[in-house]
């Protein structure tokens, strides 16, 4: 167990339905951090939260929107979901000037059909 | 803009033998370098982390990576493969740029598919 927890760990769903991924991060960790995995992309970086407030988008569709609540933990939120969305979304945390490197969590694997 | 590239998106080794996993970076600052192992179903787990400091860094399971900046290089060897090191291995970079209140994400490679024969 990394301390990192993600739910749920499948998903299937349909197109253009909208799903909401959660991410309770390590404890003591402010950041919290979402990529995607996927066969054709590999892994992305989609959105950095710290401590609520959003420091860095990469490349993440305007279908989808993140936050960070009081408590540290983080949804993303996929919308109008299309067949290519299908893929793992990771989420992990970071403790901030200890030298980087991020916990993981064990993922989200979502099916869209 | 920082990026890192594996080189050998498969790599087979006989169980014993020396493993070699090919990383290269490129970044517009010094860089935090990372090697992290992805089992089957599972997230990504630390191997090891090169921040700054002693250039040879060892981590868990056997494996440690040197950091080359003239080769701008941090390849991640074991001397004895086995049969549980099978998985997927990625390198990453990061920028470490917090105090210029830059995000510090990761960037991965591709990843490295490790197989180890009998």
């Known amino acids: 167990d990394s301390g990192v927890t993600q739910t749920p760990k499948h998903l299937i769903t349909a197109t253009g339905q909208r799903v909401t991924l959660r991410c309770s991060p390590r404890?003591?960790?402010?950041?919290v951090y979402w990529y995607q995995q996927s066969l054709d992309q590999g892994l992305q970086f989609l959105i950095h939260?710290?401590?609520?407030?959003?420091?860095a988008k990469g490349n993440i569709l305007e279908r989808f929107s993140a936050q960070q609540f009081p408590d540290l933990h983080s949804e993303l939120n996929l919308s109008s979901l299309e067949l290519g969305d299908s893929a793992l979304y990771f989420c992990?945390?970071?403790?901030?000037?200890?030298?980087?490197?991020?916990?993981f969590g064990s993922g989200t694997r979502l099916t869209v059909v | 803009a920082q990026s890192v590239t594996q080189l050998g998106s498969h790599v087979s080794v006989s169980e014993g033998a020396l493993v070699l996993l090919r990383c290269n970076y490129s970044?517009?600052?010094?860089?935090?370098l990372f090697w992290y192992v992805q089992y089957p179903n599972q997230g990504l787990q630390l191997l090891l982390k090169?921040?700054?400091?002693?250039?040879l860094v060892k981590g868990i399971n056997g494996f440690e990576a040197e950091f080359k900046k003239s080769e701008t290089s941090f390849h991640l060897t074991k001397p004895s493969a086995h049969m549980s090191d099978a998985a997927e291995y990625f390198c990453?970079?990061?920028?470490?740029?917090?105090?210029?209140?830059?995000?510090?994400?990761?960037?991965f490679g591709s990843g490295t598919q490790l197989t180890v024969l009998p």
């Open positions: 992990a945390s970071s403790r901030e000037r200890q030298g980087g490197g991020y916990t």
């Open positions: 404890s003591g960790d402010l950041s």
């Open positions: 939260y710290y401590n609520g407030e959003e420091r």
């Open positions: 970044s517009s600052v010094p860089p935090y």
């Open positions: 090169y921040t700054t400091g002693a250039t």
């Open positions: 990453a970079v990061s920028e470490d740029s917090f105090s210029s209140g830059s995000a510090r994400q990761l960037t």
